[in-house]
């Protein structure tokens, strides 16, 4: 027997092609429906994901297919199962289910799949046939998951002799999980992903892997981020004992001319700091495919020799695979028939089409639930008198989700499902106290998504890309207007751009100009109280007057149950100054259009119909010159 544990090894060149293939954010997107339009989706789904899986992995002789994270929470299916139904032996997550159905080599966790509960994970990861792994969260208590694991695999080199490989796989999510869906500082500790990374690296080494793939799920950022960073997956890949990366988190797609130019990244080869990396959008929108050619030479060491990196689309020819279907068609019916509950009336259509011109009833509803939860939990504390404002944000409104993605509750009945789509994430309501000058930085970071425009040019794109919608957030209780002819202040991610650039003007309050020294309370969630991203720096140092663990979704239950009707004001709490002869562009869904004529009729627009989009948007006209 040869010193490789099989006839006919020699000290020659030996070649071997591994496949890898990813799916990350699949948010509970299993099957290939739309339950907030309550309707079936060509868009999403991991069973049809899984056609396309079935069809790379015949070209093939080795594969590895892996998951990034966020496959537990995001859309109705995930909640009914969390909140209603549970988990059991006999009767298993149907995400774990669809996932152990298509074989998955490893997978890691998102901040996402924390939502519901330390004790729901455990009890719905207990029947994963495959491992799971996460370096920089531990419990404090019980079990925890590997930090990394080593898959021995028997793999044909291009002789068609079989070979041993040892692959490392080291999962990390973003340290901030602990506090954004629920406070999980008392469950959870969590680790810089970096200082994480360069702790554990070596041991995989030096268990004898012969290649390590980090599963990031996290975003593109920068090569030498701040400390405890939200997206690592560059640093990760300067690490030198790192061989590939899957990235995640942000929803994106990579490799892509979107992140063209940025320091450290290959946007057309499909690098990070010379490394192969993907990142394969969201709810299996795509499938991430990194195909390796490995080469030793005698007995030294496996090294990546060449490499070719996509991420592939999935589209209307990959048709569902029953073997997901299957398993996971029960939870599915009993979904539909928990989110058609009727819980109220709405007396006006809300859709967020308009959301990001300052017209959104539906954002209004949340604001008035919200406040009104708040003023009676803190009736009679030493906070009773004074106002309160409510922070919100819209989360359906197009962007990365396509054109599709947006709310649309028609007037009439009010169900668990219409409730949802106005407010799908698991973030919990809390209050801080704050003052006029903080309000007024707050909005300036929320204006931020707006592009600068020039007096007299037609046609001018409004809306900043890389801007998430669910960052531009709305005081409501407030009145102001936005100067768009002065340069953002903030770039999307919060950092300062322009220090002397000021786009809110006239800011009011029940008529009463705002003053820098001026009192508030501000209802918002505890997303924005995670001291992270675009609004952290803000407000990292504010008095927290209320957390206490409830979900906005259930306050928004409440308020809706207790009202019975409801008819939000479609008023503007603000409006863009006057720019003498421009004219923006505004891209939205398609289903605006049905609504076009009333907002005209209601006097506050001036804008019309200017074409679509190649990837399914219509473009609005918006007439600046009259505000």
């Not at 149907?94 to 159905?101: G, Q, T």
């Not at 695999?153 to 692959?167: K, P, V």
């Not at 450290?264 to 394969?280: F, I, N």
């Not at 998504?449 to 890309?465: E, H, T, Y």
Request: hydrophobic letters at 40%; a positive charge; one cysteine or more.
């Amino acid at each position: 027997m040869s010193a490789e544990g099989q006839p006919g090894w020699t000290t020659e060149t030996v070649t071997l092609a591994l496949r890898i293939m990813a799916t990350t954010d699949m948010h509970m997107h299993v099957l290939p429906y739309n339950y907030l339009a309550d309707k079936p989706s060509d868009r999403i789904g991991l069973a049809r994901t899984a056609s396309l899986i079935q069809l790379r992995r015949a070209e093939v002789a080795n594969s590895l297919l892996f998951d990034n994270g966020d496959f537990l929470q995001g859309n109705p299916m995930g909640d009914y199962i969390a909140e209603v139904r549970g988990v059991n032996a006999r009767s298993p997550h149907p995400a774990i289910l669809a996932m152990n159905a298509l074989g998955y080599d490893a997978g890691t966790l998102g901040n996402h799949d924390f939502t519901f509960g330390l004790g729901f994970l455990r009890r719905v990861l207990g029947a994963a046939n495959f491992p799971l792994t996460l370096a920089n969260l531990t419990p404090h208590a019980g079990r925890r998951l590997p930090p990394w694991v080593i898959l021995d695999r028997r793999l044909r080199d291009s002789q068609g002799r079989l070979r041993n490989l040892r692959i490392g796989v080291i999962g990390f999510a973003p340290p901030q999980t602990v506090d954004w869906d629920r406070d999980l500082r008392h469950e959870l500790g969590s680790e810089d992903v970096l200082a994480s990374a360069r702790r554990l690296l070596p041991q995989i080494k030096a268990a004898g892997a012969d290649l390590i793939v980090a599963l990031s799920h996290g975003g593109i950022g920068p090569i030498a981020p701040e400390r405890r960073t939200e997206n690592a997956s560059t640093a990760l890949a300067a690490l030198p004992e790192i061989d590939v990366v899957i990235a995640g988190h942000t929803h994106q797609v990579f490799p892509s001319p979107a992140f063209a130019g940025i320091e450290g990244v290959d946007a057309e080869r499909g690098t990070l700091m010379g490394k192969p990396a993907v990142m394969a959008g969201f709810g299996g929108s795509h499938l991430g495919v990194i195909d390796l050619r490995l080469e030793r030479d005698g007995t030294k060491a496996w090294r990546v020799a060449d490499f070719a990196v996509e991420a592939e689309q999935v589209n209307g020819k990959h048709r569902p695979l029953r073997k997901i279907y299957s398993p996971t068609l029960g939870a599915h019916r009993e979904t539909l028939r928990h989110i058609r509950r009727r819980v109220g009336r709405t007396e006006a259509p809300l859709n967020s089409y308009f959301a990001l011109i300052g017209q959104d009833p539906g954002l209004r509803l949340v604001a008035m639930a919200q406040r009104w939860h708040v003023r009676r939990m803190l009736r009679g504390t030493e906070w009773d008198g004074l106002p309160i404002l409510s922070a919100v944000a819209p989360f359906r409104a197009g962007g990365r989700g396509g054109p599709d993605h947006y709310t649309d509750v028609p007037a009439g009945a009010l169900t668990l499902r219409s409730l949802s789509d106005l407010y799908f994430y698991p973030n919990r309501i809390c209050a801080i106290e704050t003052d006029g000058a903080q309000l007024r930085g707050w909005l300036e970071r929320s204006a931020s998504i707006f592009c600068q425009m020039q007096p007299g040019l037609a046609d001018q794109p409004l809306i900043n890309p890389d801007f998430p919608s669910y960052n531009f957030d709305v005081i409501d209780g407030l009145t102001w207007q936005i100067d768009l002819t002065r340069p953002s202040r903030y770039h999307p991610t919060g950092q300062l751009l322009a220090p002397d650039s000021s786009r809110i003007r006239n800011l009011t309050h029940h008529d009463r100009r705002v003053g820098d020294g001026d009192r508030f309370l501000l209802a918002t969630n505890s997303y924005r109280l995670a001291t992270c991203g675009l609004f952290g720096p803000l407000i990292g140092q504010n008095r927290v007057v209320l957390d206490d663990e409830t979900m906005t979704r259930d306050v928004l239950r409440r308020y809706v149950r207790r009202r019975r009707r409801v008819e939000p004001t479609t008023s503007r709490h603000w409006n863009f100054l006057p720019i003498k002869g421009a004219s923006a562009i505004f891209e939205t869904g398609p289903s605006a259009v049905k609504h076009l004529t009333r907002l005209a009729e209601a006097g506050d627009y001036h804008m019309e119909c200017a074409g679509e989009t190649d990837d399914g948007f219509i473009r609005i006209r918006l007439d600046l010159s009259r505000g």
